[in-house]
């Protein structure tokens, strides 16, 4: 079985097999971010498949920038779902939570960066057989906090879709 090795997700087999996840990770500004590498029957996986993913995830960063700025323009927005998102998660903070979520005294002070600033990338799927939803992209306030996520979606060029959805 001819297999490659991956930067990010290790010894991969290349050869047509069933529909796999492979998990990776990323350190991200110094937290671990969850990989998962989606392969389906119908994907050609080779050597300079993998070597794409690997090369593409050196522009996690920037992905993620451009990521945050759509989530930012769309905060404002109370029918958005990041608006929603926002809203739900910031209107009902028990005692404390407004500064262990988001680093401040009360939900009055959770602006716009204060809120981007405590929403961190926990999970990228990766789908290289998808090449206009090659990444997505999950958004937590933290898994002790909320187990819903946003969720943006960038293509093989990473360019950052023009949706962001609640999940």
């Known amino acids: ?6 930067q990010h997700f290790g010894e991969i087999a290349l050869a047509p097999a069933s529909s796999r996840a492979v998990t990776g990770r990323f350190t991200l500004d110094g937290a671990p971010v969850e990989l998962d590498l989606n392969i389906t029957d119908q994907d050609h996986l080779d050597e300079a498949a993998l070597h794409k993913v690997d090369y593409r995830l050196r522009f996690l960063p920037e992905l993620v920038d451009s ?3 759509l989530i930012a323009q769309e905060l404002d927005d109370v029918e958005s779902p990041a608006g929603q998102y926002r809203r739900f998660h910031c209107q009902n903070l028990h005692d404390g939570e407004a500064k262990e979520v988001f680093g401040v005294d009360s939900p009055e002070e959770i602006t ?5 600033r405590a929403l961190r990338l926990a999970h990228v799927g990766i789908f290289p ?3 206009e939803r090659y990444f997505v ?3 937590t306030l933290g898994e002790g906090f909320t187990d819903e996520v946003l969720i943006a979606a960038a293509d093989s060029d990473g360019v ?4 962001v959805v609640w999940d």
């Open 1 to 6: 079985m001819e297999t490659a090795i991956s």
């Open 112 to 116: 716009t960066e204060v809120f981007l």
């Open 67 to 69: 990521a945050r700025e």
């Open 137 to 139: 992209l999950d958004f």
């Open 129 to 131: 057989g998808q090449p």
């Open 160 to 163: 950052v879709d023009d949706e």
